[in-house]
């Protein structure tokens, strides 16, 4: 979840005139770059192999 503090400085990062889908982007991407971190820190992972396999079954 994102917070006023990092909503603030993302939006300080952006040039002085952008466009909402920019933003929007942006902020997406932050919150599942968070997700994934946070995921990754309680164990909510897969192995290389797992993974391996489960790219395989797309393919089938």
Do not use: A, H, R
């Not at 952006?14 to 994934?36: A, R």
């Amino acid at each position: 979840m994102l917070t006023k503090k990092s909503l603030k400085e993302q939006i300080d990062k952006f040039p002085d005139q952008f466009s909402i889908e920019d933003l929007i982007e942006q902020l997406i991407l932050i919150e599942k770059i968070e997700t994934g971190n946070k995921q990754s820190e309680n164990g909510e992972v897969i192995s290389e192999t797992e993974l391996d396999n489960e790219i395989k079954k797309w393919f089938e």
